[in-house]
């Protein structure tokens, strides 16, 4: 169709006419604002300018009161020591030192014009000054300061300024006033007088402001030191009232700029006046320029916008023709019925339908959205784990940033580190469903560990956790060591889990992501050495790397361990193989012959065990698992833990063994003596019997009864000989040799030793007693 145009064209008025008074109130509030804004910075500028020398200027100054201040101290604390009165009178020597002390004390600053030392006790005044060492307080020239001592201070440190000066009746004097003691009754002071004009003109010669005069007031306000000759007219335009702050500034009458700001050490106020007019001086031609160019810009900008306007409309009308085409062919209707009035009406029916099309476009973007977000976590762990096992080629920096935005990436690889956690057991999740909990346990982990670092992270598998760690450019190596430890102990803390964390060097560029990954890997073999639960960096592989390969098996210490062993003593065992897993860490072995030097030992333990005629179903079970416990063994300290285990096991069953054999043999042995003890036996005829050596009869049978043998021996004896003595009237001889002795004459010696009595006073105390026993029972009666 041929080219429609609106019958009103008022759109090219009303551009025209809004892009000009635009362009004019823009200039206008530009150029005001212009103005504003740099007189208003200018006194601002001034006011920042003067405080900050203010603050120079005070704080020089401070440094030379504070050394002042600390020859007060020195007085303080040194005047009691080379104090002394005798008859009421200050010692001779006391008065040499003290004028000998407080003139060292003039010389730590030249700002101090003379000290004196008063004692109000004495009336005694000490001065620092050559003409005057020691005076009377009544004829003491300069005592004015004595006015201020008298008074009731809040502080006995005082600052006294403009006081009469006794020595230069011209020269007003200001003195720092310390009253003594520290505490108590005030028996005297010190005073300590200033150079105040050579002080500030001293400083204030290099430190001072550039643009108003600067005056220095007494806590009264009455004028110490002055830049200007106009020093009172200046001191009477000042407002007291509005200087009630420690520091500020205010502007006088719109005229003069006033900056002020209190010493926290003596109350002196620090002011400074800049006249306003002098800022602003430059800023009359200013003004002309901004207004020259104002107008400028004003008479450009009508040109403009009327070119602009010509310039705006002409795309505008294709732009409405090509969308009243297009809708007339998706309508296939004349786009007049469709359409009436000028173009703003034409613009806001396409804008609304525009915004009917955007909000499909917005929700069919959003359904997208949730589609990626519910499947980003899975989306982001198989592009890292493409990145580390590099099976994802060099990607654009346009793709990186895509996908870093796409995937929701916290980490640019600049500069990264990777850190690989590995969940050591026990885990906390037990059960027949243990493996599905587990992985549960771990992706809640991880949500929690996200939490803790500054990069990425994905489970590699069931055991390891992979962290792509970024590292900030101003943190050095050590960074990475520390979210290490901070992670590990995390861990434990809050899980009672221990984890190994492998350190990767410090890496660029994501082509290096499995490089990094690698060196992790590569630490991670130093477990082995370093045990779980640790932190290990690859910078510490090269130390266990450059002795691998030497091999060494500990044949002297196995020696030991085979007879500890064999004489059942645990505490031995656990002092040779911890001293075999020393050497081992010394020796720095490899992998390989760590695992075959722990096998052959543990073969070489078992072997004792059959040696001895155990049986390994006994002990073991049917599958032996310290097998499969040195199989799985992943740390020395690992493969130590299961030598112990099996030489606890064996030992426990030589001991269980060897218990047994030790009851029967007993059982056996107090038998047979109970039965033959009436023979001529021996301890050797029962450790025949029993077929065993008579040593080792003679120490179970000690450590189970607590007697030994021989003796139990003979207590079968005696027993049997005392009821035949009670029993029956058969001779001392005959019941000799009816319990095994042949000797009547040994067995009377032995019954005495240990009954007490010969056999024979046993039996006629044993008659004695019947018959009283029997006498008693007719009394009784």
């Not at 550039?210 to 007031?217: C, E, P, R, V």
């Not at 009864?705 to 021996?713: E, P, R």
């Not at 001392?732 to 240990?754: D, L, P, Q, T, W």
């Amino acid at each position: 169709m041929g080219t429609w145009t609106f019958k009103n064209n008022s759109m090219f008025v009303k551009l025209l006419l809004s892009l000009t008074a635009i362009a004019v109130i823009t200039v206008v509030l530009i150029t005001t604002i212009t103005y504003k804004i740099s007189a208003d910075n200018s006194v601002r500028n001034s006011i920042m300018y003067n405080q900050s020398i203010q603050s120079q200027q005070q704080e020089l100054i401070h440094k030379e009161l504070a050394t002042i201040r600390n020859a007060v101290n020195n007085i303080l604390m040194t005047e009691p020591y080379l104090y002394k009165i005798i008859n009421g009178k200050l010692s001779v020597s006391s008065l040499i030192d003290l004028s000998a002390f407080i003139a060292k004390q003039q010389q730590l600053s030249p700002y101090i014009d003379s000290i004196y030392l008063y004692y109000d006790p004495l009336k005694l005044v000490l001065s620092s000054r050559p003409e005057v060492k020691a005076s009377s307080i009544s004829t003491f020239a300069d005592r004015s300061w004595l006015d201020v001592w008298n008074q009731a201070t809040e502080s006995r440190t005082v600052w006294v300024t403009g006081r009469e000066n006794g020595f230069a009746a011209k020269q007003p004097a200001a003195s720092l006033l310390q009253k003594m003691p520290l505490i108590g009754q005030v028996d005297g002071a010190i005073v300590i007088n200033l150079k105040l004009d050579l002080l500030f003109s001293d400083y204030f010669s290099h430190n001072r402001s550039t643009q108003g005069s600067t005056m220095i007031l007494d806590q009264d306000g009455a004028l110490l030191f002055s830049e200007s000759t106009e020093a009172k007219t200046l001191l009477g335009q000042l407002d007291a009232e509005r200087m009630t702050l420690p520091s500020g500034s205010y502007i006088e009458n719109s005229e003069q700029i006033v900056t002020y700001t209190t010493s926290n050490m003596t109350g002196w106020r620090f002011v400074d006046i800049t006249e306003r007019s002098a800022l602003l001086h430059g800023m009359s031609r200013i003004k002309i320029i901004v207004w020259s160019v104002a107008l400028t810009y004003i008479i450009a900008a009508f040109v403009t916008s009327y070119y602009l306007s010509r310039r705006l409309y002409r795309p505008l009308q294709r732009v409405i023709s090509y969308i009243a085409g297009s809708e007339e062919t998706d309508r296939n209707e004349d786009p007049r019925a469709a359409h009436r009035g000028d173009e703003a009406g034409f613009i806001r029916q396409s804008f609304e339908r525009i915004s009917r099309n955007r909000e499909l476009l917005l929700k069919e973007n959003h359904r997208v959205g949730e589609l990626l977000s519910d499947n980003r976590t899975a989306i982001k762990e198989k592009y890292l784990n493409d990145l580390i096992q590099g099976s994802s080629t060099e990607p654009t920096a346009h793709e990186s940033e895509h996908a870093a935005e796409l995937l929701g990436l916290r980490l640019d690889f600049n500069r990264f580190t990777i850190l690989t956690l590995e969940l050591e057991e026990p885990y906390p999740i037990k059960g027949p469903d243990d493996t599905f909990h587990f992985h549960l346990f771990q992706y809640g982990l991880m949500e929690e560990l996200k939490t803790k670092i500054d990069g990425e992270l994905f489970a590699k598998d069931s055991r390891r956790i992979v962290i792509v760690l970024s590292i900030p450019p101003e943190d050095d190596d050590s960074f990475p060591y520390e979210q290490a430890e901070m992670l590990k102990q995390y861990v434990f803390t809050r899980y009672e889990i221990s984890v190994t964390i492998a350190i990767s060097r410090i890496h660029s560029g994501k082509a290096a992501v499995r490089t990094a990954y690698n060196d992790t890997l590569e630490a991670l073999k130093l477990k082995i050495y370093i045990g779980k639960g640790e932190v290990l960096p690859y910078s510490i592989q090269d130390e266990w790397r450059s002795e691998e390969g030497a091999y060494y098996y500990p044949y002297i210490l196995e020696t030991k361990l085979l007879q500890a062993l064999l004489q059942t003593d645990m505490d031995e065992c656990i002092v040779v193989i911890r001293e075999i897993t020393r050497a081992v860490l010394e020796q720095k072995l490899g992998k390989a012959n760590i695992q075959q030097l722990y096998v052959q030992l543990s073969g070489e333990i078992v072997k004792t065990l059959v040696q001895t005629g155990g049986e390994l179903n006994m002990v073991f079970g049917e599958r032996p698992p310290y097998t499969d416990a040195l199989a799985r063994a992943e740390t020395v300290q690992d493969m130590e833990e299961c030598l112990l285990a099996i030489c606890g096991k064996i030992i426990d069953y030589h001991r269980e063994k060897r218990s047994k054999m030790t009851d029967v043999t007993l059982q056996l042995a107090t038998d047979y003596m109970d039965s033959h003890y009436n023979k001529n036996i021996t301890v050797d005829t029962v450790a025949e019997y029993v077929q065993r050596s008579s040593s080792y009869l003679s120490r179970i049978f000690k450590e189970s009864k607590g007697i030994t043998l021989n003796d139990y021996l003979i207590q079968l004896r005696l027993k049997r000989a005392m009821e035949m003595l009670q029993q029956s009237n058969a001779s001392i001889e005959e019941i000799c040799r009816e319990i095994g002795y042949a000797n009547v004459s040994y067995f009377n010696k032995m019954f005495k030793a240990r009954i007490g009595l010969t056999p024979g006073q046993y039996r006629h105390q044993q008659a004695t007693d019947q018959l009283l026993a029997q006498g008693k029972g007719p009394a009784a009666n």
